[in-house]
């Protein structure tokens, strides 16, 4: 070898080498994110370009499907596709204020369950299981029919059977974690129990609570949909999937009525499971490899 491709060699830059996808970062997850990317857009922006109003007739009432109408129109002639795209701003901002609320009660009644230990967790866990001995589509519409038919009423029925799986979780998390060894040692050199909780507890805790609101995303806007179903959630003439689910049953053989809301939840629904099994991957430390 010469002098000079000895220097050449020496001078040559490596390769550079391309970036690692994440491991979770699977295309399931990829599918899910865009899934539900996609109906937060739709809620957000649906007003500015929304084919037709989705409370006005545009055509012959149940009129199949053509190119102007590309899920046809309903009982009164409304367009189903407007009509679907107009769901997520009920469905979507119902099901975040639901999740919110429903963490918000449970990981503080966990928290202070799994610290406080003795008579004030035995008496907050025995609330808890009384609450989840209900079956809890039966308690969700036991609170919304006692409130009245209303998509607020629909936000409170469903904390009510959403918060003691959260409170659960956390307690298990807060029994674990309080007996670390740098937990104790906060104790002892004088912390408070609401800072080392706030501090060291809640922290380590608050990753599988995470991944628990994300997997069930999709299942309250299930119930969402169960509810209006059954006559229990919004008031026609609002565009709400449950409620479109209703029309169509009515008239079985116009099947276009109900597939479009139908694709709608199985969209959602499949999107955050996605999601959320991606979310488990990253924070789970059971299934991360190093």
């Given at each position: 070898?010469?002098?000079?491709?000895?220097?050449?060699l020496?001078?040559?830059?490596?390769?550079?080498?391309?970036?690692?996808?994440?491991?979770?970062?699977?295309?399931?997850?990829?599918?899910?994110?865009?899934?539900?990317?996609?109906?937060?857009?739709?809620?957000?922006?649906i007003?500015v370009?929304?084919?037709?109003?989705?409370?006005?007739?545009v055509a012959?009432?149940?009129?199949?499907?053509?190119?102007?109408?590309?899920?046809?129109?309903?009982?009164?002639?409304?367009?189903?596709?407007?009509?679907?795209?107009?769901?997520?701003?009920?469905?979507?901002?119902?099901?975040?204020?639901v999740?919110?609320?429903a963490l918000?009660v449970g990981?503080?009644?966990?928290?202070?369950?799994?610290?406080?230990?003795?008579?004030?967790?035995?008496?907050l866990?025995?609330?808890?299981?009384?609450?989840?001995?209900?079956?809890?589509?039966?308690?969700?519409?036991?609170?919304t029919?006692y409130?009245?038919r209303?998509?607020r009423?629909?936000v409170?029925?469903?904390?009510?059977v959403?918060?003691?799986?959260?409170?659960r979780?956390?307690?298990?998390?807060?029994?674990?974690?309080?007996?670390?060894?740098h937990?104790?040692?906060?104790?002892?050199?004088?912390?408070?129990?609401?800072?080392?909780?706030?501090?060291?507890?809640?922290?380590?805790?608050?990753?599988?609570?995470?991944?628990?609101?994300t997997?069930?995303?999709?299942?309250?806007?299930?119930?969402?949909?169960?509810?209006?179903?059954?006559?229990?959630?919004?008031?026609?003439?609002?565009?709400?999937?449950?409620?479109?689910?209703t029309?169509g049953?009515?008239?079985?053989?116009?099947?276009?009525?109900?597939?479009?809301?139908?694709?709608?939840?199985?969209?959602v629904?499949?999107?955050?499971?996605?999601v959320g099994d991606?979310?488990?991957?990253?924070?789970?430390?059971?299934?991360?490899?190093?």
């Amino acid at each position: 070898m010469t002098a000079e491709q000895a220097t050449a060699l020496a001078t040559e830059r490596p390769p550079r080498a391309r970036p690692r996808r994440p491991r979770w970062l699977t295309a399931p997850v990829l599918i899910g994110l865009s899934v539900l990317l996609f109906w937060l857009l739709v809620a957000i922006t649906i007003p500015v370009w929304a084919p037709a109003d989705p409370l006005e007739p545009v055509a012959d009432r149940l009129a199949a499907p053509t190119l102007g109408h590309p899920l046809g129109t309903d009982n009164l002639g409304r367009d189903v596709l407007s009509r679907t795209l107009y769901g997520a701003r009920t469905a979507l901002p119902v099901a975040t204020m639901v999740i919110a609320g429903a963490l918000v009660v449970g990981c503080v009644i966990g928290a202070i369950s799994g610290f406080a230990g003795g008579w004030v967790d035995a008496v907050l866990m025995r609330f808890v299981d009384m609450t989840l001995a209900f079956p809890a589509i039966l308690l969700a519409m036991t609170v919304t029919a006692y409130l009245g038919r209303d998509i607020r009423n629909i936000v409170i029925g469903i904390i009510a059977v959403a918060w003691p799986g959260y409170a659960r979780l956390l307690r298990g998390q807060v029994l674990a974690i309080r007996r670390l060894d740098h937990v104790e040692a906060a104790i002892a050199l004088g912390g408070s129990r609401s800072r080392v909780l706030l501090r060291h507890v809640l922290p380590l805790a608050i990753s599988p609570i995470i991944v628990a609101a994300t997997m069930d995303f999709g299942g309250v806007i299930l119930l969402i949909a169960s509810l209006s179903f059954i006559g229990l959630g919004a008031k026609p003439p609002t565009p709400e999937w449950g409620v479109m689910i209703t029309d169509g049953a009515r008239f079985f053989y116009q099947w276009w009525i109900a597939a479009g809301p139908g694709i709608a939840i199985f969209t959602v629904v499949l999107g955050a499971n996605f999601v959320g099994d991606g979310l488990r991957d990253v924070l789970d430390p059971r299934t991360r490899q190093g």
